[in-house]
């Protein structure tokens, strides 16, 4: 059974940070790039990064761009995202996912295998 299960959401101030999680297990080769996704309340599930699990490129949407790093475990079976500088417009659930490849990687389709999300708020 694939599963992924994200950790490390909760409350900060606006500046502060947050490392989230996303320990993977069962998974097949093929599957090898991992995203990470923001929704906002009421608002569409948007990619913010990914990470190529072998080639180790890493993608950021312009949002997040020196502010949020993603990296993964030299097992390669947990994907991290590091989020620095955090803005209230950060608030809300984190998700990870995973896909064949990294073209296309801003894009939910394609991704399968998400986890259940992590809640993460930023107060001004």
């Known amino acids: 059974q694939v599963t992924q299960v994200e950790s490390g959401g909760g409350s900060v101030q606006e500046g502060g940070s947050l490392r989230l999680s996303c320990k993977a297990s069962?998974?097949?080769?093929?599957?090898?790039?991992f995203g990470w996704f923001h929704q906002a309340p009421g608002k569409e599930r948007q990619a913010v990064a990914a990470?190529?699990?072998?080639?180790?490129?890493?993608y950021y949407d312009d949002s997040v761009k020196g502010r949020f790093t993603a990296s993964q475990a030299n097992e390669r079976d947990t994907r991290y995202l590091q989020m620095d500088n955090l803005k209230p417009e950060d608030s809300g659930m984190y998700y990870c996912?995973?896909?064949?490849?990294?073209?296309?990687?801003?894009?939910?389709?394609?991704?399968?295998?998400w986890g259940q999300g992590t809640q993460v708020t930023v107060s001004s």
């Open positions: 069962g998974f097949t080769y093929e599957r090898n790039c």
């Open positions: 990470i190529h699990r072998d080639r180790y490129t890493t």
């Open positions: 996912a995973a896909r064949v490849g990294c073209d296309g990687w801003n894009g939910a389709q394609g991704y399968d295998y």
